[in-house]
């Protein structure tokens, strides 16, 4: 990433967070994150944007079983699969997040939840609409696989269901949501989460609170 891109006028820290809705680590990160600045009792001085990255761009729309997913994809024995979960649910379980992995659960095509987070962003909620999704699929057993259940999450948060319709059949909107992620992929982001700071460093994977806490302080003093 550029070293000589200048941090935004308004003083505050820019945080491009670049990661998928279905992705468990970027969730982690993310309330890891949180949770930092809440202690610092910076919010007022963060300007976060999430930043699409889908973690399986080729998927079907009808998506693919998560349990037989994951031991495509990575090998995991059923075994290994059962203590990943485990160990993600306990890490969560401080931060007011549930994983709910069951029977059934399927890993969907993320590219509409993208498109409508870009549409999201717009009407500044796209943080809200970010989270509503994640806890939408590991919290509470709704498929975002359907079209539908996105739509029902953006109407819960007060936004426009035909209007957002209507960006999902949009092709400049989906070459838009594309261009991004080939963006970060070519700044040399190959796996999410991924955590950039002022466009000019970056920290990758879920680290822990005081991680954070140290980059952001070091942040804060070069102001």
Same mark, same amino acid.
């Given at each position: 990433?550029?070293?000589?891109?200048?941090?935004?006028?308004?003083?505050?820290?820019k945080?491009?967070?670049?990661?998928?809705?279905?992705?468990?680590?970027?969730?982690?990160?993310? /309330?890891?994150?949180?949770?930092?600045?809440?202690?610092?009792?910076?919010?007022?001085?963060?300007?976060?944007?999430?930043q699409?990255?889908?973690?399986?761009?080729?998927?079907?729309?009808?998506?693919?079983?998560?349990t037989?997913?994951?031991?495509? /994809?990575?090998?995991?024995?059923?075994?290994?699969?059962?203590?990943? /979960?485990?160990?993600m649910?306990?890490?969560?379980?401080?931060?007011?997040?549930?994983?709910?992995?069951y029977d059934?659960m399927?890993?969907?095509?993320?590219?509409?939840?993208?498109?409508l987070?870009?549409?999201?962003?717009e009407?500044?909620?796209?943080?809200?609409?970010?989270?509503?999704?994640?806890?939408a699929?590991?919290?509470?057993? /709704?498929?975002?696989?359907?079209p539908?259940?996105?739509?029902?999450?953006?109407?819960?948060?007060?936004l426009?269901a035909?209007?957002?319709?209507?960006?999902l059949?949009?092709?400049r909107?989906?070459?838009?949501?594309?261009?991004?992620?080939?963006?970060?992929k070519?700044?040399g982001?190959?796996?999410?989460?991924?955590?950039?700071?002022?466009?000019?460093?970056?920290?990758t994977?879920?680290?822990?609170?005081?991680?954070?806490?140290q980059?952001?302080?070091?942040?804060?003093?070069?102001?």
């Amino acid at each position: 990433l550029s070293t000589n891109t200048k941090i935004a006028m308004n003083d505050k820290i820019k945080i491009d967070v670049v990661s998928d809705v279905v992705c468990p680590w970027c969730a982690i990160a993310y /309330k890891r994150l949180e949770r930092a600045i809440e202690e610092m009792g910076i919010q007022d001085k963060i300007d976060l944007e999430w930043q699409p990255f889908e973690l399986n761009p080729q998927m079907p729309s009808e998506g693919e079983d998560l349990t037989e997913h994951i031991r495509r /994809k990575y090998g995991s024995s059923a075994e290994d699969l059962q203590r990943s /979960k485990e160990q993600m649910v306990a890490l969560m379980k401080d931060y007011d997040f549930d994983f709910d992995y069951y029977d059934g659960m399927r890993m969907p095509n993320t590219l509409n939840a993208h498109i409508l987070l870009e549409y999201a962003k717009e009407k500044g909620k796209q943080h809200d609409l970010n989270m509503r999704f994640m806890r939408a699929h590991f919290s509470e057993r /709704k498929s975002l696989l359907h079209p539908d259940v996105l739509l029902q999450e953006l109407t819960s948060i007060g936004l426009d269901a035909e209007e957002a319709n209507n960006c999902l059949s949009d092709d400049r909107r989906k070459a838009d949501v594309l261009e991004k992620e080939n963006y970060w992929k070519n700044h040399g982001i190959s796996a999410v989460p991924t955590m950039v700071f002022n466009l000019n460093s970056a920290v990758t994977g879920a680290q822990s609170v005081d991680v954070y806490k140290q980059v952001l302080s070091e942040l804060l003093s070069q102001k």
